[in-house]
């Protein structure tokens, strides 16, 4: 399975993009892990409410056709819950492995909403690559950070095997989580999903070599992913604040980006950071020119970051008059926006 992105994620403050060549799409998103039980096939999807769950079940009956008489149609299958879907019969209990039992009622206890019960499931077959990933996605949302590191390691290690007893059982499962503070992404049980978790955890634990590495052995599977590139690009200036090498490193990830959607504006603000950093204010305020050309599309939050850091650009080349202008807006669109007003000269009593 590629990596995709499912659903919404959010990449940079207001980024917002669909994603047509993995059929995804990016925005924002919550901190935690969310999970898609479901079996294949011809679907509708139908949220369980209060659990965050989205149960996906098969669509059954045949088509109509033309000249086709209605006395042979398929009568509408009774409803039947999610979990129960999911229930082993004693039958089948009887010749199921118990450490794929531990994985279907894992499963099942996810979209009851008992995340604890299902972690405690998974926990009990660790050596099937699937019960790894999802335990590994489980303890990260509940903040159990090593224990998370231990059991994504191990799914890593066995990526050949990852969605073999899923798929074998019927489930479909899609995980959501975020890899940096502004990235959430969605993704199915794979190599490139576990490396994306690792990252977040890694993060968690200010790992950042460990984060580094997890992203470029990502960027080598995907080297053209733009979502990629900027995730990189933001945890290399935020694990290494002032690095002139990060600054490299990050302006070399954003070489042959055009403006053509918000994640490559997003990649070109990070971009113009890093020339920043190093000192070549010109070219940083070009990029952030360009970037500033396209708004339709760009969320507010997006394009004010754009101009602050312009702003920022303005102050250092000494244009301190159009400095004062670009605060001074930003200032009246939001005074509590990064630190504009302490730049202003205001001082709010605390």
Known sequence: MSFRFWKRVRIAPGVTLNLSKSGASVSFGPRGAKFTIGPRGKRATVGIPGTGIFYTTTLSGRKSGAGRSGAHSTPTAPTVPPEDRLTLGFLKRLITPDDEEALVDGCRELIRGNEDKALEHFER?????????????????????????????????????????????????????????????????????????????????????????????????????????????????????????????????????????????????????????????????????????????????????????????YEELGRLRRARSELEKLYAEDPDYEDVAARLGFFVKT
């Open 125 to 313: 077959a660790l050596h099937l690559a699937d019960c790894a990933c999802l335990a590994g996605f489980l303890a990260l949302k509940k903040g159990r950070l090593q224990k998370a590191a231990d059991y994504l390691t191990m799914a890593a290690e066995k990526h050949d095997r990852l969605g073999r007893h899923l798929s074998r059982y019927g489930i479909s499962a899609v995980t959501s989580f975020p890899i940096t503070d502004e990235v959430t992404v969605h993704v199915r049980p794979d190599l490139r999903g576990v490396l994306l978790g690792l990252v977040e955890v890694y993060q968690r634990q200010e790992r950042w070599k460990d984060a580094i590495v997890c992203l470029e052995r990502l960027r080598e599977l995907e080297p053209d992913d733009v979502v990629v590139r900027l995730s990189l690009a933001e945890l290399l200036l935020a694990a290494h604040p002032g690095d002139k090498d990060a600054c490299r490193r990050v302006v070399s990830l954003a070489e042959g980006i055009g403006n053509d959607t918000p994640v490559h504006t997003a990649l070109l603000l990070y971009k113009a950071r890093a020339l920043r950093g190093l000192g070549l204010l010109t070219a940083a305020l070009e990029t952030l020119t360009a970037a500033l050309r396209r708004k339709k599309g760009r969320s507010e939050e997006l394009l004010r970051a754009l101009r602050y850091e312009r702003a920022l650009v």
